[in-house]
């Protein structure tokens, strides 16, 4: 599926986040809260623990994803309360993916530590079946399983992400460079502008 081209105007409404971010159990469920600004979505996204963050912020780095929304949706949970009497909760996905080439994948990020409680099988059954009912896919997913090294590389590559103003002035030199000294070491590239300006200056943008 290509999402390049698509008008995400309905998605941003019909998408909007469904719960925002508190520290209501964090005496039971530490965790950290917070936001950073997205340079894809183009505005602040919340997260409710750091193994979220390191998600979104391996989306950011994704090129092949076009967009994503946080807490996107409600399912609803059916229960009998102590009476009896059916009972309707809801549950909402951490996030709503929308990559190239794929239908819609919808995600629950959780820790390691995730126990595999009744509620958590429910919740995926349910997660599951609305998925299925909307043409998407339905995965939990574990991001601290990933190597230390690429956990450690996406919080440091994030930070390039954004444009500085001073880029464009700089990008067909860049790319000058590049063709004339053909394979190079990064560093040797960016000192190989010192005599025009401090060589760190222009490490973000190589």
């Not at 469904?18 to 936001?35: A, C, E, L």
């Not at 946080?70 to 309707?88: A, F, N, R």
């Not at 997913?141 to 450690?152: F, G």
Request: charged share 30%; glycine share 2%.
């Amino acid at each position: 599926m290509d999402w390049s081209k698509k008008d995400w105007e309905i998605e941003d409404s019909l998408f909007e986040a469904k719960r925002r971010v508190d520290n209501k159990i964090s005496w039971q469920h530490p965790h950290i809260i917070g936001t950073f600004p997205s340079v894809k979505m183009e505005r602040d996204v919340e997260f409710h623990s750091l193994n979220e963050r390191l998600f979104y912020y391996l989306l950011e780095l994704d090129t092949e994803v076009t967009r994503y929304y946080v807490q996107p949706i409600e399912v609803e949970m059916e229960y009998l309360d102590s009476e009896g009497q059916k009972k309707v909760w809801h549950h909402v996905p951490d996030v709503l993916v929308f990559r190239q080439g794929v239908e819609p994948q919808l995600f629950q990020i959780k820790d390691l530590s995730a126990e595999q409680t009744k509620t958590f099988l429910l919740c995926n059954k349910k997660c599951e079946m609305y998925a299925a009912q909307m043409e998407w896919s339905y995965k939990v997913i574990y991001p601290k399983q990933m190597p230390e090294k690429i956990q450690s590389n996406i919080n440091f590559l994030v930070g390039f992400l954004k444009k500085r103003k001073s880029f464009s002035k700089w990008i067909d030199l860049v790319l000058n460079k590049m063709e004339s000294l053909q394979e190079c070491k990064i560093i040797l590239l960016a000192k190989s502008f010192q005599s025009h300006v401090d060589y760190h200056a222009i490490l973000p943008l190589i």
